[in-house]
């Protein structure tokens, strides 16, 4: 008689559906169809398959094995989690999403064990997390990395089921006003600031650099009409750009060229010289010392105080839409897909919207 082992069964795609393998008590082979591929991720289907392989276990009288009951959360992630993630982790992530989980998620559930914790545990983390007023964005980071903490320890058979997959975001979690400037503020704006801090923010408005890859831009980068971002600065750390699309060639308008130009005429002619170097002039300045010091105070004066580096990035995007320059163009100027530059960067005005809706009234009027 074949001995009952715990079984996590083997998921499959079988004529464009999730299908659990595994064996009877008999030792023949079963399946169960868990739905369509075209309806279910692989991380859902993984959980249907976990469910259904519970029952079939229990059915069969079959115990969970011991060593799923055995490894708080923080054990985990400090033993295999970041060990394995940190071989993939650019520089800057590493940083943010150490940080964040171990503020966040070690220091809320770590002493739990891992086959304990369910979705009501970590939901009620998030409601906790939201309701101290954690924004919408990070609760959705926190989710993100729950997520994947629970996937990895279920391929390494340390838990049955992935309580993350159904999370959500509680409404309370704050939404930040995502503001943008007008032409008339971007103007007066640059009235207020020194030469430097001029071309900074002219970089960032005219041109869509993040913060990182202006401060990490070195001569031998400044071409004639554009901008080679190959690296960015986080932190004080140099690294490669956030993605694929952000390595690319940044095209530079005429009067900000010269202003360069000018500008580079007053630092090291070295090529490896920072275009914005710190006071010793072997690093470069630092986003943040720059903001606080130079550009934050002088903006603030003038009721500007709401804006920072993302306010200028996101009124690039607007600004671009509503001069009528193609998305396709926007996006690949500032480095990312298509749908980031018109959902999450590109914000329309109300007299474009009503220009727009007395366009349709006008339409239906002349029929």
């Not at 990070?138 to 903490?149: E, P, T, W």
């Not at 390595?247 to 010269?258: E, F, G, M, N, S």
């Not at 897909?337 to 220009?355: C, F, H, K, M, P």
Request: hydrophobic content about 35%; glycine content about 6%; proline content about 4%.
């Amino acid at each position: 008689m074949r001995k009952k082992r715990y079984q996590k069964g083997s998921l499959r795609v079988q004529r464009s559906s999730w299908v659990v393998q595994y064996r009877d008590t008999s030792g023949s082979h079963r399946q169960r169809t868990l739905g369509l591929t075209s309806e279910l991720t692989r991380t859902e289907a993984e959980t249907e398959r976990a469910n259904f392989m519970i029952r079939i276990n229990a059915e069969n009288g079959i115990a969970k094995p011991r060593r799923l009951s055995r490894v708080t959360l923080g054990e985990f992630v400090h033993s295999k989690y970041f060990p394995f993630k940190e071989g993939r982790w650019k520089d800057s992530t590493k940083l943010t999403t150490k940080d964040r989980i171990e503020h966040h998620i070690v220091d809320g559930v770590g002493d739990q064990l891992l086959a304990d914790i369910d979705r009501e545990i970590l939901q009620e983390l998030i409601n906790r997390k939201a309701a101290d007023g954690l924004s919408k964005s990070m609760a959705d980071h926190l989710r993100f990395d729950l997520g994947g903490i629970f996937k990895m320890a279920m391929g390494d058979g340390l838990v049955d089921r992935n309580p993350a997959v159904s999370l959500y975001t509680p409404r309370q979690a704050e939404r930040a006003e995502r503001r943008v400037m007008t032409l008339g503020q971007v103007l007066t704006a640059l009235s207020v600031l020194t030469q430097r801090e001029r071309i900074i923010l002219k970089l960032a408005v005219l041109t869509s650099l993040r913060p990182g890859e202006i401060f990490a831009l070195q001569r031998k980068h400044v071409k004639y009409d554009h901008l080679n971002i190959a690296q960015r600065v986080y932190q004080g750390l140099i690294d490669t750009p956030k993605s694929t699309r952000s390595t690319r060639k940044a095209a530079v308008p005429t009067a900000l060229r010269a202003e360069l130009r000018q500008w580079l005429s007053l630092i090291d002619p070295n090529p490896e010289a920072w275009v914005f170097p710190s006071e010793q002039g072997s690093t470069p300045l630092r986003p943040e010392n720059v903001w606080r010091r130079c550009i934050g105070p002088r903006l603030e004066e003038i009721g500007l105080g709401w804006v920072n580096f993302q306010v200028l990035r996101r009124t690039h995007e607007t600004l671009s839409h509503a001069e009528g320059i193609d998305p396709k163009i926007r996006a690949d100027q500032a480095g990312h897909n298509l749908g980031v530059a018109i959902n999450e960067y590109t914000a329309t005005s109300l007299d474009q919207r009503l220009a727009a809706t007395q366009t349709l009234e006008d339409a239906l009027l002349l029929q």
